[in-house]
């Protein structure tokens, strides 16, 4: 296991004032997040993208909270070191200040999360400011938001429009003042988030929305060719292991398919008095 220590909201907040970009990754098990663990990534996200990635949904709205906390505490038993986020799903905090403390709670006390992610601007900042003063870090989510993409329609561009680009300056300076401790910007233009980028107080951290950011945030099955759907133009591959997957899988099926697999070193054995005495005492019996 690494031997990093722990990343803390100061640790990030440090690394913003020097100019040190950010690096922040969905993950989603506890495979995945040892390998997050040992690149030394700074923010791990478990995002509701697992309900597409890992369930193989169309979308991330049928994702429970149930499902989201089983998956952050296995990647938190991968990665003791990141900063950990939750992310809300879908109703989990629209409905109420308290569901939404209860909900956020929920990731802090039963997967050791070290904040949650919510969607939305200055009409959610009621529920940023009820889970911060529960004393719960929030990170925000402008732009491209999945749990709103019917009314977005579809996996679009934000913000293209100044006027559709000044809402999401205003919501982010909101979010800012509702005391969130960051801010994800997911497929807004580049100079959009430059322009939010400077003014903000917390760090700002792009999906596909340019490199101004204080970071950079990918989703792990777009970046290793695991999702087979389809990969957004906003992600770059940084290996094909869903090639080496595929392959690996398909030689696996001939070499037993031809008796090539197992040889003597995938199995085990009893010494040969051991079988002999076997052999005696079944053939005892008839």
């Known amino acids: 296991m690494s031997d990093r220590k722990k990343i803390t909201l100061p640790v990030l ?8 970009p ?13 390998l997050v663990e040992q690149a030394g990534i700074d923010i791990v996200l478990v995002g509701d993208s697992l309900g597409m990635t890992m369930l193989g949904y169309d979308s991330t709205l049928p994702v429970t909270m149930d499902d989201m906390i089983r998956h952050a505490a296995a990647v938190r038993r991968g990665t003791p070191n990141g900063w950990l986020i939750g992310d809300m799903p879908y109703m989990s905090y629209q409905a109420s200040d308290e569901s939404a403390v209860l909900n956020a709670g929920r990731f802090m006390a039963q997967a050791a999360c070290d904040g949650i992610k919510l969607e939305g601007g200055i009409e959610v900042c ?5 889970i911060v003063n529960a004393g719960i870090p929030v990170m925000g989510h402008l732009g491209l938001t999945p749990q709103s993409v019917s009314s977005l329609g579809g996996f679009r561009l934000q913000g293209k429009s100044a006027k559709q680009a000044k809402k999401i300056v205003d919501d982010a300076r909101a979010l800012e003042e509702a005391g969130a401790m960051a801010i994800l910007l997911e497929l807004v ?6 322009l939010i980028t400077e003014r903000a107080k917390v760090p700002i951290i792009s999906l596909g929305s340019g490199p101004t950011a204080h970071g950079q945030l990918l989703i792990f099955h777009d970046m290793f060719g695991l999702y ?42 009893i010494k040969a008095e051991e079988y ?11």
């Open 13 to 20: 907040f440090d690394k913003m004032a020097k100019g040190t």
């Open 228 to 269: 087979p759907r389809f990969t957004p133009k906003m992600a770059k591959k940084f290996a094909d292991a869903g090639k080496a997957i595929a392959d690996g899988l398909k030689q696996y099926v001939d070499e037993v398919t031809t008796k090539v697999f197992p040889e003597p070193e995938h199995y085990f054995g």
């Open 22 to 34: 950010l690096t922040m990754i969905t993950c989603y098990d506890y495979p995945m997040a040892y």
């Open 189 to 194: 233009p580049d100079q959009v988030c430059a």
């Open 276 to 286: 002999a005495e076997l052999r005696r005492l079944v053939e005892l019996e008839g």
């Open 126 to 130: 009621p529920r940023v400011k009820a």
